[in-house]
């Protein structure tokens, strides 16, 4: 089973993507406030937020003790970008791992966005510069903010 293993990881993946309002991982273990969400409301526009993506990537054996570059994009739904942020990972091998063993590590991404209009967002995950996994999200407009108002709409 290992040999199959090693032959299907072969290069890092990203396991999930989590929206949140806050993260943070800490012993290796993932702290979320008010995560999981799929839909932002707003009462005004243009929305300023802080988001938290939190993400975990599996690093098979043979890419351990390497860097690696990731990069998070949020795009409107026309391919606008809204924010980027770009950032480097190293996982070593820590003592007595058996060999082959892919390790899973995990990150939280701070954005601060500003959403224009209302409608879905994406955000994509890549790893050394190939998409890995990308999550949709919607900005709706709540009680202090009719759909009609969106700039988009022309009222």
Excluded: C
């Amino acid at each position: 089973m290992q040999e199959i293993d090693q032959i299907i990881d072969t290069r890092i993946s990203v396991e999930w993507l989590i929206l949140a309002d806050a993260a943070e991982v800490t012993g290796g273990k993932l702290y979320l406030l008010g995560g999981g969400w799929d839909r932002l409301t707003v009462n005004s526009l243009p929305a300023r937020r802080n988001l938290a993506v939190a993400l975990a990537f599996r690093v098979p054996w043979h890419e351990t003790n390497r860097r690696h570059t990731f990069q998070l994009d949020l795009n409107d739904d026309g391919g606008g970008s809204v924010a980027s942020v770009e950032g480097e990972l190293e996982v070593g091998r820590p003592p007595g791992i058996p060999q082959g063993q892919p390790q899973i590590t995990q990150l939280v991404v701070n954005v601060e966005a500003a959403f224009e209009s209302l409608g879905t967002y994406v955000i994509t995950a890549r790893v050394n510069r190939q998409e890995e996994r990308s999550i949709r999200f919607n900005v709706v407009a709540g009680p202090g903010l009719s759909q009609s108002s969106s700039p988009d709409s022309g009222v």
